[in-house]
């Protein structure tokens, strides 16, 4: 394909929406792969819109691909988190699409069904218009808009309710860190709100806690463990912690509120973290 080609011209656009709607980029680009092979077949001079076409393909793949998810994941050992994406820092500038991809959302999504996802995605993330939404989920307009309202009150009833700024998001994810480089219980404790809850994923492949756990106490005796390295990362549009310790890599993201980390997500499983070494291109 040319520079030129409607495709390649998406490529990126395609690529998080269906990140947007899986919470894995491995899974996002093997549907991206896939709606290559169907556009490759497809006559181009009955497709008008070549922008909206290729969006319903990969949401449909995508669909396709989710409902298979969602039975294997059934099956997950410990708690599911999404697939950390290194980001670019510019990421965060764009407020809607650095919060529609980080882990507070993507794990909320989770909750959601295939089809109510896919709704939710297309409709809050990329303003598409109800008629193309009923297009790509195969659903009446109609359908679509009462989906798109129940998913809507359903994501806004369990995602965290926070209003902090971009300096401050990140002053406080840098205390964080060098708490966790220092690793001492009291330097924790001072960062963290005391009802915090860290949320880890090993996948069964890495240690890691298989049920989330609540407290300030708790997660600071945890997380006390001095002569690890911690370095600053942008992940899913946000600073974040990439954390190596006896040869096993982790990626943690936070939510801060209230000046104070108030939830930790923290991916261990190896088959997550082989996308940490070049930005992933996110557009909307």
């Given amino acids: ?3 030129e080609d409607p495709f390649v011209a998406h490529r990126s656009l395609l690529f998080t929406v269906a990140y947007e709607m899986l919470g894995s980029a491995a899974d996002a680009e093997d549907v991206v792969q896939e709606s290559w092979l169907r556009w490759a077949g497809v006559d181009r001079a009955r497709v008008g819109d070549a922008r909206a076409y290729l969006v319903r393909t990969v949401t449909r793949q995508a669909l396709n691909r989710l409902r ?3 039975r294997s994941r059934e099956d997950y050992v410990g708690e599911w988190l999404p697939e950390p994406l290194l980001t670019r820092p510019d990421i965060a ?4 699409l650095a919060e529609s991809v980080s882990m507070a959302l993507l794990t909320v999504l ?6 109510e996802r896919a709704v939710f995605v297309l ?3 990329f303003d598409m218009p109800y008629g193309e939404i009923a297009g790509a989920v195969g659903k009446s307009a109609a359908a679509v808009r009462q989906i798109a309202r129940r998913a809507r009150d359903h994501v806004a009833a369990r995602r965290p309710r926070v209003s902090v ?3 401050e998001q990140q002053a406080v994810v840098e205390r964080f860190l060098a ?3 220092t690793g001492t219980i009291a330097e924790l404790m001072e960062v963290m709100a005391p009802d915090v809850v860290m949320v880890a994923d090993g996948g069964g492949l890495a240690n890691a806690a298989l049920e989330p756990l609540h407290g300030a106490a708790l997660v600071a005796r945890l997380l006390a463990r001095p002569g690890r390295t911690v370095s600053a990362v942008w992940l899913n549009g946000a600073l974040a912690g990439r954390v190596e310790a006896d040869g096993q890599l982790a990626a943690v993201s936070v939510v801060v509120a209230d000046g104070r980390v108030s939830r930790i997500y923290a991916t261990a499983n190896p088959r997550k973290l082989t996308r940490l070494g070049e930005p992933a291109e996110l557009v909307r």
């Avoid at 500038?93 to 809607?96: C, G, I, W």
């Avoid at 989770?110 to 089809?115: I, K, R």
Wanted: net charge negative; hydrophobic share 35%; aromatic share 0%.
């Fill in 93 to 96: 500038e764009d407020v809607e």
């Fill in 68 to 70: 298979t998810l969602s």
């Fill in 123 to 125: 409709r809050e993330v």
């Fill in 1 to 3: 394909m040319t520079a």
């Fill in 165 to 167: 700024d971009r300096a």
């Fill in 179 to 181: 708490a966790l480089r």
């Fill in 110 to 115: 989770e909750t959601l069904g295939p089809t």
